[in-house]
């Protein structure tokens, strides 16, 4: 079985090249798949730097206005409380951003750290992403897979990617993790537009599988995928891990990705 994978944020690999980052990964993600599985990570996280940025702790101060508008949206999907309805900007953004880890278990620096590196690189991809699609695209005609799994932020590109090479032919295209239905974040900005609230299932693909944990962040609004997108054959919510639940190695092990690679 040929696998071609796209994976999520926080993927950046200092001092390796596009070639070495995209060995390590395809090598990480066949560990979890099926045996005897051809898998084809395509990297693309170094498009998404900026060199004339700092690389360290991701912090709320850190953000561009671009990308402190992405994030005031994504909290829009989680509703706050009177204890962050006031304060400046970035306590009342910490306080939100702490709620939506209270109420998942979490440490709030750690919701901090996935919420900005997430918008930083959405706001990146957003901006331009023509690269990245080509690089996806590429690899897709090079191997043509039986499957294309997608996590995260790699579920946009691929999404994108697939409408704009309608061509490119994918019998099974599982999304892990998807952020494509997230409110004003994400889908009111996906090219192709929604039309009348309802995007489209990319017309190369055979067959949609969403593939998400209730408790990801990123993952929203719960059965979003199947209620915004036409064609998604299968919407699934089933617990991937108790806390890392947007890590895919995680997603990649489940009984419900194996019983989708074996049909």
Not at 8 to 34: D, M, P, V, Y
Not at 117 to 132: C, D, I, P, S, W
Not at 180 to 207: H, N, S, Y
Not at 217 to 242: E, M, T
Request: no cysteine; net charge negative; aromatic share 8%.
């Amino acid at each position: 079985m040929k696998i071609v994978g796209v994976h999520g944020i926080g993927n950046f690999r200092q001092g390796e090249t596009a070639e070495q980052a995209a060995a390590h990964l395809s090598a990480l993600w066949a560990k979890r798949l099926a045996e005897g599985s051809d898998v084809s990570v395509v990297y693309y996280a170094d498009l998404l730097r900026d060199p004339l940025r700092q690389s360290g702790d991701d912090e709320l101060e850190d953000l561009t206005d671009e990308e402190g508008e992405l994030l005031a949206q994504l909290l829009e999907s989680f509703p706050a409380s009177e204890r962050a309805a006031q304060g400046w900007i970035f306590s009342l953004v910490r306080a939100h951003i702490a709620e939506v880890a209270e109420s998942r278990l979490l440490r709030p620096r750690m919701v901090e750290w996935l919420m900005t590196r997430f918008v930083k690189e959405a706001a990146a991809y957003l901006r331009e992403g023509t690269a990245v699609r080509e690089r996806l695209a590429a690899t897709l005609r090079k191997v043509q897979p039986d499957v294309l799994i997608a996590h995260s932020l790699g579920t946009v590109v691929a999404y994108e990617t697939l409408h704009a090479e309608p061509a490119l032919k994918v019998p099974l295209w599982v999304t892990l993790g998807s952020p494509l239905a997230a409110p004003k974040a994400i889908f009111e900005r996906l090219t192709p537009p929604p039309v009348a609230g309802r995007g489209e299932r990319p017309p190369g693909v055979a067959r949609w599988a969403n593939l998400a944990d209730p408790g990801d962040l990123f993952a929203i609004p719960r059965k979003g995928i199947s209620q915004r997108f036409a064609g998604v054959d299968s919407d699934d919510h089933d617990v991937v891990h108790a806390f890392d639940f947007h890590k895919v190695v995680n997603y990649l092990q489940t009984a419900r990705l194996r019983a989708l690679l074996a049909q």
